[in-house]
Every structure is written in C-alpha cells, then in structure tokens.
C-alpha cells in the first residue's frame, strides 16, 4: 500500500502564491508518474498537473499553465505544485496522486492512490 500526504495548503490572497507538497511512503513507493488535481464545492475533481516520475516530463492543464509548476524530488519521494499568482478561482482541495501507468496521466481514473487533500482558499 502507498500513502500520499499532503501539506502546504492555506489561506491567500489573490495574486500570492503557495507550494503544496506530497510525501509518498509505503510498500517501496513504485509509481511511474503523479499528479494533482482539485476539486471545488459543488464541482467535479478537475486535473492541474502531472509529472513522469522518471523522465520529469510534464504535463499542466490550460487554466494553470504559466502560474503553476509540478515538480518531484525522486530522492525524497516528494511531488510538489508550486502554485502563483493564485487567483479566487483556485480555490479548491487539492489531491495528489500516483499512478503505475506511464506517461503523464490527465485523468483521475488513471491514477491508483489518492492523498487526503489539502484546502487551497485565495480571497479578492
């Protein structure tokens, strides 16, 4: 079993900026690639990012691209989303994941171990 943990979530105001981080521990933490997403009150889980864990290759969603950045460090087997110019809309519970799939997976249903989430709130 794999155990994702977030951190870094919080309250910000528009225009600032927050870098989640994910902890990945668990039976010899294997994924071949993470991702975020989010999901907002009465809205669907949407995806922001992911990331190959071995290539480092990419991948953001319209919405975030320029103002967040995914990034993993493979030694500490931490994902991060480095999240700026944060704007009201980007409030949310983020969700990190991993998946066993190559790539840069773009959906959830990809994706085989969920964190528990971290709220993300930005005020105008």
């Known amino acids: 079993q794999v155990q994702l943990v977030e951190s870094g979530g919080g309250s910000v105001q528009a225009g600032g900026s927050l870098r989640l981080s994910c902890a990945a521990s668990?039976?010899?933490?294997?994924?071949?690639?993470m991702g975020w997403f989010r999901q907002a009150p009465g809205k669907e889980r949407e995806f922001v990012a992911s990331i190959s864990w071995v290539s480092g290759t990419t991948s953001h969603a319209a919405y975030v691209r320029g103002r967040f950045t995914i990034s993993r460090d493979t030694a500490k087997n931490t994902l991060y989303l480095q999240m700026n110019s944060l704007k009201p809309e980007d409030t949310a519970v983020y969700y990190c994941?991993?998946?066993?799939?190559?790539?840069?997976?773009?959906?959830?249903?990809?994706?085989?171990?969920w964190g528990q989430g971290t709220q993300v709130t930005v005020s105008s």
């Open positions: 668990g039976r010899t933490f294997s994924a071949n690639a």
């Open positions: 994941a991993a998946s066993q799939r190559r790539g840069v997976p773009l959906i959830s249903t990809s994706y085989d171990y």
